[in-house]
Nanobody, 128 residues
Framework: QVQLVESGGKLVQAGGSLTLSCTAS????????MAWFRRAPGKGREKVAC????????YYSDFADDRFTISKHNAENTLYLQMDSLTPEDTATYYC?????????????????????WGQGTQVTVSS
């Protein structure tokens, strides 16, 4: 059974930092491209950041480009998202996802349909 479990979401003040974790079981992270998506209240799911199988090539959405860092610790089977300079606009449920054949380049990340495994999400709330 494949399982992705996110953790680390909490209430933080604007300007603060937060690190989210996604621990995988039933699959090896080194065999999957990984991604973070988020869904804010009243909005659809959107890409945050993605990483290739090895994790050396990464994609960032515009809003995350200079503030967020995605990293894969394949030895620990854990995906991380470091978030800095948080704003209330970052308030959302954050999901990690795995895709065996998802394309990731610095310019492009595959859509959510290309990620076949998903976690349940962790809530991030940024207060002003």
């Amino acid at each position: 059974q494949v399982q992705l479990v996110e953790s680390g979401g909490k209430l933080v003040q604007a300007g603060g930092s937060l690190t989210l974790s996604c621990t995988a079981s039933g699959l090896r992270l080194e065999d999957y491209a990984m991604a973070w998506f988020r869904r804010a209240p009243g909005k659809g799911r959107e890409k945050v950041a993605c990483a290739t199988r090895v994790g050396t090539r990464k994609y960032y959405s515009d809003f995350a480009d200079d503030r967020f860092t995605i990293s894969k610790h394949n030895a620990e089977n854990t995906l991380y998202l470091q978030m800095d300079s948080l704003t209330p606009e970052d308030t959302a449920t954050y999901y990690c996802a795995a895709g065996a054949y998802a394309t990731v380049t610095p310019e492009i990340c595959a859509g959510e349909e290309d990620f076949e495994y998903w976690g349940q999400g962790t809530q991030v709330t940024v207060s002003s």
